[in-house]
């Protein structure tokens, strides 16, 4: 199962006044991390209480639902699991008790190595309520406590043990520990609140809407320890390689986010200009597919000095169409959403801007749109290179035979979605986006170079 998923920890220090509804803003202004369920856990004098459910944080939390949540100390998650697999045992902060006391774990990421850990623990007696890494975690984390004296050593103890992308949030009824894979796929985030006490979020997005203040990025390999003494840090090991997930940039973050010191934004505008130097083209207006692809369209707006301008208006109360379960729900939910500005449109040579083609549907049934509202040509260009791996490390992206590039030429694609011309990002300039001189980043989507087997 592959996750995609927002975390978030509060250590309130007792100087918070509903620390719940921060959990709750903060997990809002997170959402496009994760549509399929939610939870909150808040930590009272040894005892962790939770409450999650399915569907958006909106839906899953009221106001009294909120007001019952009180404790200092809190965990959060919002999560999408992959291939409809999500039940709300699979929903986190998984909440355990054992024989020290209870615990608790949100996390983001997908481990490589969870079959072969779950199976060493199940054959040693362990039950599992799901097939969650988070409950997995939350077992290791259980076991190896009961032999050390700290939960952060069990922690590091865990971390030694597990294999993938983990960026996660641990809490014990008087501490949380934050901890990063050693390769830093997934982003995390300490902050401070204005009353002086720490946060861990996955994304900066989520410290602005709560009013705290961005600290650092937690390092790949590190573990963050929040107690009543302040913030402390260990490391897994030294000299850690990173590899950021290229695609949080591309598609998945929040363009107001800052990831490990680079703008989302950013790194979309330099996609976009990029694509307009590689792939150049002769037209009237460039528009972008909201919301992934308008930073990259200004980007290939402003290099080609085409004028940049408002192809489709969204209608911002529609999931994301991706999520939609089944590929037949998928194809008819993109008129749903988008609806194309006519009058910018018509009778004009059109240069669309899109994040990604995945499988292809979502692309051809937006340039169906454009040209039912009469524009003369439809240019794809896409700001980043043709998918062709799956993604191990908590990316939904398909199997390899669902992947419509590794069975169609960029000839025959574009033939086959109906534009007039396509281009991608050259997979070589992908460091270019983040300004990487070297390969700091996870690009084995688009090469198959994975840095964990
Ligand atoms: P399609 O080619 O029809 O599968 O859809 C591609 C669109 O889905 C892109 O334009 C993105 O907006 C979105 N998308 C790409 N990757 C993902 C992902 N991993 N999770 C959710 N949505 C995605």
Redesign the pocket.
């Known amino acids: 199962m592959h996750e ?1 998923c927002g975390v978030f920890a509060l250590y309130g220090n007792g100087q918070i006044e509903n620390p719940a509804e921060y959990a709750y803003l903060a997990l809002y202004a997170m959402q496009h991390r994760g549509q399929q369920s939610c939870g909150i856990a808040v930590s009272n004098d040894g005892v962790i209480d939770c409450e999650k459910g399915m569907g958006l944080v909106s839906e899953v939390f009221s106001e009294d639902k909120l007001a019952k949540l009180s404790g200092q100390n809190i965990t959060a998650h919002v999560l999408y699991s992959a291939k409809g697999a999500s039940n709300i045992q699979s929903a986190q902060p998984i909440v355990m008790r054992y024989g020290k006391g209870r615990l608790c774990v949100a996390t983001n990421g997908s481990l490589v190595n969870a079959k072969e850990l779950r199976d060493l623990l199940a054959q040693n007696g362990a039950m599992f309520r799901s097939n969650s890494d988070a409950e997995l975690i939350a077992q290791i984390v259980a076991k190896e406590r009961m032999f050390c004296h700290s939960i952060e050593e069990a922690v590091k103890m865990t971390c030694e043990n597990i294999k993938g992308a983990y960026s996660m949030v641990i809490m014990s009824p008087t501490k949380i520990v934050a901890a990063r894979d050693p390769y830093g796929f997934r982003p995390l985030v300490l902050g401070k609140m204005p009353e002086g006490c720490y946060v861990v979020v996955s994304e900066t997005c989520a410290l602005n809407a709560i009013g705290a203040e961005f600290v650092r990025d937690i390092m790949p390999g590190e573990i963050v320890v929040i107690d009543e003494s302040g913030a402390r840090t260990y490391y897994q090991k030294e000299n850690c390689e990173r590899k950021i997930c290229i695609f949080e940039y591309i ?1 998945f973050a929040r363009p107001d986010s800052v990831m490990d010191g680079v703008s989302i934004h950013g790194s979309r505008v330099n996609a976009g200009r990029l694509l307009a130097r590689q792939h150049p083209v002769e037209a009237d207006i460039v528009i972008g ?1 909201p919301d ?1 692809g308008l930073d990259a369209a200004t980007g290939y707006a402003r290099e080609s000095g085409i004028p940049f301008g408002m192809g489709f208006v969204r209608n911002n109360y529609v999931g ?1 169409t ?1 999520i939609k379960p089944t590929q037949e729900q ?1 194809s008819t939910s993109v008129g749903i959403k988008l609806n194309v500005l006519a009058e910018n449109i018509k009778g004009k040579r059109v240069v669309m801007v ?10 051809a049934d937006i340039i169906r749109l454009l040209k039912n509202a009469g524009a003369k040509e439809v240019h794809v260009r896409i700001s980043s290179p043709t998918i062709h791996h799956p993604c191990f490390y908590g ?3 398909p199997t390899r035979e669902e992947l419509t590039s590794n069975h169609h030429s960029v000839d025959e694609l574009c033939e086959i979605i109906g534009a007039d011309s396509l281009g991608f990002l050259d997979r070589d300039s992908l460091g270019e986006l983040i300004g990487a001189c070297s390969k700091t980043y996870c690009d084995a989507c688009f090469t198959g170079d994975y840095p964990v087997e």
Not at 354 to 363: A, E, K, L, N
């Open positions: 995609e598609y597919v992934s994301r991706f998928r899109d994040d990604s083609i995945v499988r292809g549907t979502t692309c990316t939904d992206i």
